[in-house]
Nanobody, 127 residues
């Protein structure tokens, strides 16, 4: 079982940047096929896909393309989410997720596909 701990959330004005980190332990983070992802959930809304990385491929939601970038440091068992040009609608709790196994671009966007979750970190963007 992989344990995930997110950090880096906070309050930011619109147009600003934040970098989220997710430290993984208890699993083979650098293994071929360990998928890592970010989801977010705003009050009263369902959890939605933000971005994911599997091996050398990355995927991101249309709503964050060009603004958010996912990356990973296998040596440190950490995945990052660089968020630029933040908007008030980006306000949500951001969750890190992990899954050891192959997925399609469609399956990785489904929260049910992911096996491990972090506790979440709050991101608030003021206008």
């Amino acid at each position: 079982q992989v344990q995930l701990v997110e950090s880096g959330g906070g309050l930011m004005q619109a147009g600003g940047s934040l970098r989220l980190s997710c430290a993984a332990s208890g699993g083979t983070f650098s293994s071929h096929g360990m998928a890592m992802g970010w989801f977010r959930q705003a009050p009263g809304k369902e959890r939605e896909f933000v971005a994911a990385t599997i091996t050398w491929s990355t995927y991101s939601a249309d709503s964050v393309k060009g603004r958010f970038t996912i990356s990973r440091d296998n040596a440190k068992s950490t995945v990052f989410l660089q968020m630029n040009s933040l908007k008030p609608e980006d306000t949500a709790i951001y969750y890190c997720a992990a899954h050891l196994g192959w997925g399609t671009p469609e399956s990785i966007q489904n929260p049910l596909w992911w096996r491990s979750w972090g506790q979440g970190t709050q991101v608030t963007v003021s206008s």
